[in-house]
């Protein structure tokens, strides 16, 4: 349990806040750290201000868009190196930082002018409640296995049954 400071608490009970957000994202061979403002050193790491933007956030989903005038990131994207990888979102008021949001990145969307990725995150509570760890990719196939196979993902076993209708 952490205590936070009058002015952190005051700064966050105010009907409009302006906070700064950090982001940190796993890019599989690197980390990229992003501020929605300004350049603050956190935890070591250096958040550079990248034009990044939050376009909403809550406790099991945020979206946020960064800049991709390079597009090293839109290469990332269409190589399938992103999707899965962790999030993490940092509110950050007056030199104080505490954690907002924890999550993997979803697919990410690449913004008509190319100049801009949008990434949606759904937070790890959500996936390690609702999804299965192991997900399946559409058939490349159509054959069905007969009925009484038994199909185990992960900690769920699935028996086949014989269509009813």
Request: charged residues 15%; negative net charge.
């Given at each position: 349990?952490?205590?936070?400071?009058?002015?952190?608490?005051?700064?966050?009970?105010?009907?409009?806040?302006?906070?700064?957000?950090?982001?940190?994202?796993?890019?599989?061979?690197?980390?990229?750290?992003?501020?929605?403002?300004?350049?603050?050193?956190?935890?070591?790491?250096?958040?550079?201000?990248?034009?990044?933007?939050?376009?909403?956030?809550?406790?099991?989903?945020?979206?946020?868009?960064?800049?991709?005038?390079?597009?090293?990131?839109?290469?990332?994207?269409?190589?399938?190196?992103?999707?899965?990888?962790?999030?993490?979102?940092?509110?950050?008021?007056?030199?104080?930082?505490?954690?907002?949001?924890?999550?993997?990145?979803?697919t990410p969307n690449i913004v008509a002018d190319y100049n801009t990725m949008r990434f949606s995150c759904v937070s790890e509570y959500a996936t390690n409640s609702k999804w299965p760890f192991d997900r399946l990719r559409p058939p490349i196939a159509n054959h069905l296995p007969p009925p009484g196979t038994i199909?185990?993902?992960?900690?769920?076993?699935?028996?086949?049954?014989?269509?009813?209708?």
């Amino acid at each position: 349990m952490r205590t936070l400071s009058s002015t952190f608490l005051a700064s966050v009970s105010k009907t409009i806040t302006d906070p700064v957000f950090l982001i940190k994202i796993d890019f599989g061979s690197q980390f990229v750290y992003a501020s929605s403002r300004e350049a603050i050193v956190y935890d070591g790491n250096n958040y550079n201000f990248l034009g990044a933007q939050i376009i909403s956030i809550d406790s099991t989903r945020v979206e946020f868009s960064l800049p991709n005038f390079d597009r090293a990131i839109s290469a990332l994207a269409l190589a399938g190196q992103i999707q899965g990888n962790s999030v993490t979102v940092y509110l950050h008021y007056d030199g104080e930082t505490i954690t907002r949001f924890t999550g993997l990145l979803d697919t990410p969307n690449i913004v008509a002018d190319y100049n801009t990725m949008r990434f949606s995150c759904v937070s790890e509570y959500a996936t390690n409640s609702k999804w299965p760890f192991d997900r399946l990719r559409p058939p490349i196939a159509n054959h069905l296995p007969p009925p009484g196979t038994i199909i185990i993902i992960g900690n769920v076993t699935i028996t086949l049954e014989r269509d009813q209708s």
